[in-house]
């Protein structure tokens, strides 16, 4: 077996061990929370008012997103989960910490925001019936506040996480952008991490980029990274990748492609790709929180980067190969990923 593919292998049955090994060491999570509502159903029509499709729906479900969906996978691998964030006073909110206490995590850190809209991303799946075997999105609703979250609520949660830093295994931030999270409060949060030697894991809007400067390793699609290549007039990706990590101050940067592979960044220059091993994919409707996920669980264990984006990768394709997109990492599925890449491989050096 040649050099790289053996290191590949030592790494692989490292991660999975670390699974078989999880300790309950916590977590502290800050992010914005939002309720995912999925409607299933046939499209086998237009309207007749308009060329939009009608949708039969024949179930519904629904499930917590965004941060939460975070929390719920870190509490599954069997880590302990300190999250603070915030919920409307409304139907929605109560299912998203109904749903936490079924889990068995805390909802001490979600602070219940009065006269407030939780928000609420709607989805519709509709496929041809008896024609289509998988459905396909055809409308995205969000319902949220029309209102800025008061800031009070966001120094409040903010103070919260600052006190559950220094005794974690790994700080991760989800940013929305609604108002969890000012530039200010996440600066702290990330000092405060670099101050108590732990790892700081953001999935930062492009919007608010600001609020992640300093992290050990921030999270894009690789829609983001072109996005932002354009608007710096730069050549390649690796050339945009190097420009935001001096500019922000980052120690690495993690680009998810989905069907194109993870691919690693760091500011000292080095580059890692991993292709997509998922054989037949077909959603990638979570992707950042299962990396966030697997990064805090593995950099949180003192692994180095480049395992650990060997443990975000195989959870991407966890999610990529979802039978639904509301699915979350959890140790099971992510073990037996990992057991059918270490196969996979031994099977090609035959």
Same mark, same amino acid.
């Given at each position: 077996?040649?050099?790289?593919k053996?290191q590949r292998?030592?790494?692989?049955k490292?991660?999975?061990?670390l699974?078989?090994?999880?300790?309950?060491s916590?977590v502290?999570l800050i992010?914005?929370?939002?309720?995912?509502?999925?409607?299933h159903?046939?499209?086998?029509?237009?309207?007749s008012?308009a060329?939009?499709p009608?949708l039969?729906?024949?179930h519904?479900e629904?499930s917590?997103?965004?941060a939460?969906?975070i929390?719920?996978?870190?509490?599954s691998?069997?880590l302990n989960?300190?999250f603070?964030?915030?919920?409307?006073?409304? !139907?929605?909110?109560e299912v998203i910490k109904?749903?936490?206490l079924?889990?068995?995590l805390?909802?001490?850190?979600?602070e219940?925001?009065?006269? !407030?809209?939780?928000?609420?991303k709607?989805?519709f799946?509709?496929?041809?019936?008896?024609?289509?075997?998988?459905s396909?999105?055809?409308?995205?609703?969000?319902?949220?506040?029309?209102?800025e979250?008061?800031?009070?609520?966001?120094?409040?949660l903010? @103070?919260?996480?600052?006190?559950?830093i220094?005794?974690?295994?790994a700080?991760?931030?989800s940013?929305?952008d609604?108002?969890?999270?000012?530039d200010?409060?996440?600066?702290?949060?990330i000092?405060?991490?670099?101050?108590?030697?732990?790892?700081?894991?953001?999935d930062p809007?492009?919007?608010?980029?600001?609020?992640?400067?300093g992290?050990?390793?921030?999270?894009f699609?690789i829609?983001?990274?072109d996005l932002? !290549?354009r608007?710096?007039?730069?050549e390649?990706?690796?050339?945009?990748?190097?420009?935001l990590?001096?500019?922000?101050?980052?120690?690495?940067?993690?680009v998810?492609?989905?069907?194109d592979?993870?691919?690693?960044? @760091?500011?000292?220059g080095?580059?890692?790709?991993?292709?997509?091993?998922?054989?037949s994919?077909?959603?990638?409707?979570?992707?950042h929180?299962?990396?966030?996920?697997a990064?805090?669980?593995?950099?949180?264990h003192?692994?180095?980067?480049?395992?650990?984006?060997v443990?975000a990768?195989?959870?991407?394709e966890c999610?990529?190969?979802a039978?639904?997109?509301?699915?979350?990492?959890?140790? !099971?599925?992510l073990?037996?990923?990992?057991?059918?890449?270490?196969?996979?491989?031994?099977?090609?050096?035959?």
């Open positions: 077996m040649e050099e790289g053996r292998v030592k790494i692989l490292d991660l999975r061990g699974l078989d090994k999880m300790d309950s916590k502290t992010g914005d929370i939002m309720l995912d509502r999925y409607h159903g046939y499209s086998n029509r237009l309207i008012t060329p939009v009608v039969k729906i024949q519904s629904e917590p997103g965004a939460a969906h929390a719920r996978g870190l509490g691998l069997g989960v300190s603070f964030s915030c919920v409307g006073d409304d !139907r929605e909110g109904s749903q936490f079924s889990d068995g805390s909802i001490d850190g979600i219940t925001v009065s006269n !407030r809209q939780t928000l609420t709607i989805r799946f509709g496929s041809r019936q008896s024609l289509l075997d998988k396909q999105i055809l409308l995205q609703a969000d319902r949220e506040s029309l209102e979250l008061d800031v009070g609520v966001s120094n409040r903010v @103070e919260k996480t600052l006190k559950s220094p005794d974690s295994c700080l991760v931030i940013d929305y609604k108002g969890v999270l000012t200010i409060g996440a600066q702290k949060l000092q405060c991490a670099k101050k108590n030697s732990i790892p700081s894991i953001v809007k492009l919007t608010g980029l600001e609020r992640s400067r992290a050990t390793v921030v999270l699609e829609r983001g990274l932002l !290549r608007r710096l007039m730069l390649s990706s690796k050339d945009a990748a190097s420009s990590m001096k500019t922000y101050n980052w120690e690495s940067l993690i998810l492609g989905g069907v592979g993870v691919t690693l960044y @760091e500011a000292d080095n580059i890692e790709f991993i292709p997509c091993s998922a054989p994919p077909s959603q990638q409707i979570g992707l929180d299962a990396a966030a996920t990064l805090a669980a593995s950099l949180g003192k692994f180095p980067m480049s395992s650990a984006v443990l990768a195989a959870a991407c999610v990529l190969t039978q639904a997109s509301h699915e979350f990492v959890n140790r !099971r599925t073990g037996l990923w990992l057991d059918e890449l270490l196969w996979q491989m031994q099977i090609s050096d035959r």
